[in-house]
């Protein structure tokens, strides 16, 4: 969910995923829907929702990452990096415990 007030362009944007502090290879490359391609190595099969839409991701909108390849399990501790390519800059930064 985009909860700051800037709008992005979704294709300078990308995702890192982090694993109990250790980066994990499932990246995305283009927060662009349109231009997404699943790929087995990522351990990303789709995304979707609003923020991934268009061309841009505003404030209130929401993507959806489906990682179900069993890269995370129970009690791991997910890290999620949204960085803007275009300055590369870490715009949004969270955690979630399996």
């Not at 909860?3 to 944007?13: E, F, K, P, R, S």
């Not at 995304?47 to 399990?73: K, V, Y």
């Amino acid at each position: 969910m985009h909860t700051g007030t800037a709008t992005y362009q979704n294709n300078n944007l990308k995702a890192l995923f982090f694993k109990n502090g250790i980066q994990v290879n499932a990246n995305i490359e283009t927060m662009n829907g349109h231009d997404f391609i699943s790929t087995s190595h990522t351990g990303v099969q789709w995304m979707g929702g609003m923020g991934c839409s268009g061309a841009t991701w505003i404030p209130g909108e929401m993507t959806c990452i489906d990682l179900q390849d069993r890269t995370f399990r129970p009690d791991d501790v997910v890290r999620l990096d949204i960085i803007d390519i275009s300055k590369d800059k870490v715009i949004s930064r969270n955690f979630y415990r399996m």
